[in-house]
């Protein structure tokens, strides 16, 4: 050993630090196309009952047709869930 290395003290080595990877949802529910239809259709039923003349669509078919598409809406948003995740991790 040479003078420069008695000197120094011994390097130990340090533990990585990693973050795990986050996982998030697939895809912000409303930048999805399936959340646009659903209001889209449930605004339609709105301006349908309100507008129409004819009173076979009444106010409790109304609702059971939105309450349809919110059902269908919530279905399919979970289908899209299931079993996905996008992971991304946190590099800093």
Request: avoid cysteine; charged fraction near 25%.
């Amino acid at each position: 050993m040479t003078a420069i290395d008695q000197k120094r003290p011994p390097v130990q080595a340090q533990p990585r630090t990693y973050d795990p990877p986050e996982a998030r949802e697939t895809k912000p529910s409303r930048l999805t196309t399936e959340f646009w239809a659903m209001l889209a259709g449930i605004i339609a039923i709105v301006v349908i009952y309100n507008a129409s003349a004819d009173r076979s669509l009444d106010l409790f078919r109304a609702a059971t047709l939105a309450t349809i598409l919110a059902v269908g809406y919530f279905v399919s948003r979970g289908l899209a869930k299931s079993g996905t995740t996008d992971i991304t991790r946190n590099d800093r």
